[in-house]
T-cell receptor, first 113, second 113 residues
């Protein structure tokens, strides 16, 4: 069964540094997403991406965040200047179309020190 | 925006018993309600979903019911097994929000052998 893959599995960075989290969505999926989960809490929506542009974003997704699909396979989340409170598990997901099941990757655990 | 409340936050059952997890949502126009299972340190995995034109859906030991009038939906697991132990999240998609899932707070299910 095809899977969403994410790299790295764990990223440690210092406060103020830029990080890029990478994802390869399932190949025939058209919608891509980033969610985050602070340890022990619920999964929170960050952003959705369709047809090479952001379709929705949450209040969490401020100017420090950006997403990009630099080529035909990768989907990246960039945090420009990390803060301690950005420490969380970041999940990439994809779906065939809107309002269809989301398939999550295994996540990247981001630790900001 | 959409608000999803989930109860209980923890649930402990004996192996073989049934488990029921309940969620309420606020946006009456929401029309897609998935349930995800998340094992410790792993990604959320879709276990069942239901759309607003259906009142109940079943898949082997798992069933979901939806009451649109009351704006609540429930997950039912019968004949629970130790491997059912995990955190379960309900979710809903607000009206006109593409695939922007709003998750409930999660239920930690523990099945005691």
């Amino acid at each position: 069964e095809p899977e969403v893959t994410q790299t790295p599995s764990h990223q440690v960075t210092q406060m103020g540094q830029e990080v890029i989290l990478r994802c390869v969505p399932i190949s025939n999926h058209l919608y891509f997403y980033w969610y985050r989960q602070i340890l022990g809490q619920k999964v929170e929506f960050l952003v959705s991406f369709y047809n090479n542009e952001i379709s929705e974003k949450s209040e969490i997704f401020d100017d420090q965040f950006s997403v990009e699909r630099p080529d035909g396979s990768n989907f990246t989340l960039k945090i420009r200047s990390t803060k301690l409170e950005d420490s969380a598990m970041y999940f990439c997901a994809s779906s065939v179309q809107g309002e269809s099941p989301l398939h999550f990757g295994n996540g990247t655990r981001l630790t900001v020190t | 925006g959409e608000n999803v409340e989930q109860h209980p936050s923890t649930l402990s059952v004996q192996e073989g018993d049934s488990a029921v997890i309940k969620c309420t949502y606020s946006d009456s126009a929401s029309n897609y309600f998935p349930w995800y299972k998340q094992e410790l340190g792993k990604r959320p995995q879709l276990i069942i979903d239901i759309r607003s034109n259906v009142g109940e859906k079943k898949d082997q030991r798992i069933a979901v019911t939806l009451n649109k009038t009351a704006k609540h939906f429930s997950l039912h697991i019968t004949e629970t097994q130790p491997e059912d132990s995990a955190v379960y999240f309900c979710a809903a998609i607000p009206n006109n929000a593409g695939n922007m899932l709003t998750f409930g707070g999660g239920t930690r299910l523990m099945v005691k052998p």
